[in-house]
């Protein structure tokens, strides 16, 4: 793959300060880069970095200027790394078909151009789309319906029914379809209640590493489109979360819960079960939310509580030690005065 600085230009919508035809070969980080190589800096700290990296050109912000290098300056670096790298990266192994120490049924429908690895185990009644992979020791359980261009990382499983749309990509050790954690108590023992329904992801939805996704007791857990999901992530049965959503590394989200569009969800965080959190919501770190969020919140702490109420209350904490010694001090003062004041009136 070679493209030219004007090419590239192009294709993240930038400015060009300095020479437009240099071509390049590739993506690299600043302390990492050739000569024919492209790189980029989020902001004026790698100024720097900028002036001693090799790379032939650099993707900065738009203010930026810098008139030893060529420059694209765009609104967004991230954003144009990110397209600039699918470009690069964009070329799509050739198809192994099914590999013969797989274990496929027979009663499956398979799409064009397969790559079905070594170890991995389909059951009856699934259906696969075009150009999908499924690494070595995947599991797709009966009935399991899994659209085009998906990548399943090794060791995933797929269980019954579960439905899963184009263009998703699945890391390694997740489990779809698990059952949802659903007991009856009758003041003795737990029972367990059948857990019937199923998950549900749609297009373009990216599930880090070890997640659990549970099926629903009843109907459907439902990621929509274009939800992104870190590693060691827990989604609960019946939840739904709304699209193009991100929860970070370690979030934990309990059954029914509803999750607006273009929220974020950031590590740790954990939400009690039915509650319903509103579109754009951001929850801050290691928040524990108890109650519904309305759209367009941020939210912070444990009990969860408005972000700017958080930063006054964490505030305080570092001066609680002070303040109980200062309220100790007025309250032996005090009773020193109610002590003349008895005196006095006797």
Known sequence: MELSVREIARLV???IVGRDDIVVKGLAALDRAGDDEISFAVSEKYR??????????????????????????????????AKVSTVFNAAPAAAIGVSPRACVSERVSLGKDISIHPGVFVDDHVV???????????????????????VVHPNVSILKGCKIGNRVIIHAGSVIGSDGFGFAFDGDRYHKIPQTGI????????????NTIDRATFGETWIQRGVKTDNLVHIAHNVVVGENSVLVAQVGVSGSVTIGRNCVLAGQAG???????????????????????????????????????WLKTSGLLTKLPEMKKRIKDLEKRIMALEAVLERKEK
Request: negative net charge; proline residues 8%.
């Open 13 to 15: 919508d930038g400015e």
């Open 48 to 81: 720097t970095q900028i002036q001693r990296t090799r790379a032939c050109a650099v993707i900065v912000p738009a203010d930026m200027e810098e008139p030893t290098k060529t420059l694209i300056r765009v609104e967004n670096p991230y954003l144009a790394m």
């Open 128 to 150: 696969l789309g075009d150009r999908v992979t499924l690494y070595p020791g995947v599991v797709v359980g009966p009935g399991v319906t899994i659209g085009d261009d998906v």
């Open 199 to 210: 998950v549900r992801i749609d297009d373009d939805v990216e599930v880090g590493a070890c």
């Open 271 to 309: 939400i009690a079960q039915h509650l319903t959190i509103g579109d754009r919501v951001t929850v801050g770190p290691q928040a524990g939310i108890a109650k519904s969020i309305p759209d367009g919140e941020i939210i912070s702490g444990s009990p969860g509580m408005p972000h700017r109420l």
